[in-house]
């Protein structure tokens, strides 16, 4: 069974603040953020919904695609998240 990898968006309850981050398990990685049982940014601003998401087969091209989203513009990540979510809804109930 071939691995997927995830580059993914969430953002907080006002749709404020934005975090980028990729892994290989979308569903348990949200899940800890909802949880927030790390500290550091997400616990900080309360960042829990999940509003965007990326499906890669390699990491290297995941990490790439991880970069260059941190790097956009507020612009560009709305713009994204409009293209697959319209509605701001928290996808985390899509992927389990």
């Given at each position: 069974m071939k691995r997927q990898y995830y580059v993914y968006i969430l953002t907080n309850f006002?749709?404020?603040?934005?975090?980028?981050g990729v892994t290989s398990n979308l569903v348990r990685r949200v899940s800890e953020h909802k949880a927030r049982v790390a500290d550091g940014f997400t616990n900080k601003y309360r960042i829990n919904k999940l509003v965007y998401y990326e499906i890669f087969e390699d990491i290297e091209n995941a990490l790439l695609r991880e970069k260059k989203l941190k790097g956009s513009s507020r612009k560009r990540k709305i713009g994204l998240i409009i293209s697959m979510?319209?509605?701001w809804r928290d996808l985390y109930k899509d992927i389990l």
């Amino acid at each position: 069974m071939k691995r997927q990898y995830y580059v993914y968006i969430l953002t907080n309850f006002t749709s404020t603040v934005f975090y980028t981050g990729v892994t290989s398990n979308l569903v348990r990685r949200v899940s800890e953020h909802k949880a927030r049982v790390a500290d550091g940014f997400t616990n900080k601003y309360r960042i829990n919904k999940l509003v965007y998401y990326e499906i890669f087969e390699d990491i290297e091209n995941a990490l790439l695609r991880e970069k260059k989203l941190k790097g956009s513009s507020r612009k560009r990540k709305i713009g994204l998240i409009i293209s697959m979510n319209k509605e701001w809804r928290d996808l985390y109930k899509d992927i389990l």
